[in-house]
């Protein structure tokens, strides 16, 4: 079925460093691809989304693009900050049913 | 204030007894979402509905009971709870199906004894 593999963490950095959270997929049809962000105690929210092939979702500073040819929705940072210390999910959704990878964790210091 | 919630936000209770989640939103959203987290496993669809009493199975619905009779609640049933059901809890809805963005409540952590 439909799945979403994501890099494992935890990851940690220093402010100002640059950010790649790798993700790639495996569908069946033509999935759209999102990322959310999940703070502590809090529920996920939408950090940014691409809905065909090439598309470019960004957000905040984030980006990623859906490349079809690898299936991969890497997502990339280039100076992450404190605030930006979060869990990160990368999901598909085809159909009424959304994936979700299982999460990546970064934590970035001053 | 508009929004999603879930009540309670923790609960604990006991192998056996039946617990229930409850989800509000004020969208109006016609699609609202039930999902579980835990280590390792991200977010697992549970259940989900379209409407108003229509609902259908996601992943891993085994154990689990929902209803919908009102547009903006989805209210979430473990019959018979299982040590293996602890776990944080997210309702989520949106506008349509899941190639829509979804807004998430802040979740109901449970621990079954």
């Known amino acids: 079925g439909d799945s979403v593999t994501q890099m494992e963490g935890p990851v940690t950095l220093s402010e100002e460093a640059f950010l790649t959270i790798n993700c790639t997929y495996t569908a069946t049809g033509y999935p759209s691809l999102f990322w959310y962000v999940q703070y502590p105690g809090e529920g996920l929210q939408l950090l940014l989304k691409a809905t065909k092939a090439d598309d470019k979702g960004s957000n905040k500073g984030f980006e990623a693009t859906y490349r079809k040819e690898t299936t991969s929705f890497h997502l990339e940072k280039g100076s992450v900050q404190v605030s930006d210390s979060a869990v990160y999910f990368c999901?598909?959704?085809?159909?009424?049913?959304?994936?979700f990878g299982a999460g990546t964790r970064l934590t970035v210091k001053p | 204030d508009a929004g999603i919630t879930q009540s309670p936000r923790y609960k604990i209770t006991e192998t056996g007894r039946q617990v229930t989640l409850m989800c509000h939103q004020t969208w109006s959203h016609s699609y609202m979402f039930w999902y579980r987290q835990d280590l390792g496993h991200g977010l697992r669809l549970i259940y989900y509905s379209a409407a108003a009493d229509i609902t259908d199975k996601g992943e891993v619905p085994d154990g689990y009971v929902v209803s919908r009779s009102k547009t903006e609640n989805f209210p979430l049933t473990l019959e018979s709870a299982t040590r293996s059901q602890t776990s944080v809890y997210f309702c989520a809805s949106s506008k349509g199906g899941s190639y829509n963005e979804q807004f998430f409540g802040p979740g109901t952590r449970l621990t079954v004894l």
């Open positions: 999901a598909l959704s085809a159909g009424n049913d959304m994936r």
